[in-house]
């Protein structure tokens, strides 16, 4: 068992959003079954923070801003490697809302990322030029935060960066492995659990907080 320390730790909830759902645009598969292990999580914390994918609708992450490129093929841009996504999480748009049984009443903050039109944001602190920061690691220090549990979506883009950089900016970091669902490209979700393990990130079930 493990303690909820509700002064230092955070619950971070990445993107559960409708687009990363079944029946949304860019669906995670079974996206949906993070929901009902996050929201018996939340009220063990105090500071409970959420991300939102908030792309503008000419994202460069799109395949159909690039001439005669298919969907989940990967092209460099001028910051690196980068997969072509269907369009998701469009500014304004429904799948870019919250899925509406994800109980959000507690959350303090919503972190939006990925709304730079040139450049991609998969994770929570710095979006994909490993420069430009969110804002996220900034607010996390100035509240008091040394500890980050993540859930959310998806285990192998958007949780797996946000842990690396959780560590990277010095907070212990925890991932909470029923309340994450991966895109799974080409054993990703294995990969992403393989770095996230290497990188120090202790993995834990959802039932193991009290
Ligand atoms: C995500 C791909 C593109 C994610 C966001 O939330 O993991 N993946 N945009
Ligand atoms: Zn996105």
Redesign the pocket.
Known sequence: MREVRTDKDALLI??VQND?CPGGK?AVPNGDEVIAPINALIPKFRHVIQTQ?WHPADHS?FASQHNARSEYETIELNYGTQVL?PD?CIQGTTGAEFHPELNTVRSTAVIRK?FRAGIDS?SAFLENDKTTKTGLSGLLESIGIERVYLCG??TD??VKWSALDATDFGFETILIKDAVRG?DLEDSVASAFREMDDAGVSIIHSTDLR
Do not use: Q, V
Request: charged share 15%; aromatic share 26%; with cysteine.
């Open positions: 990445i993107d990363f860019l994918d992450s996504w998701h990925g998969y979506l998806a883009f958007c895109i």
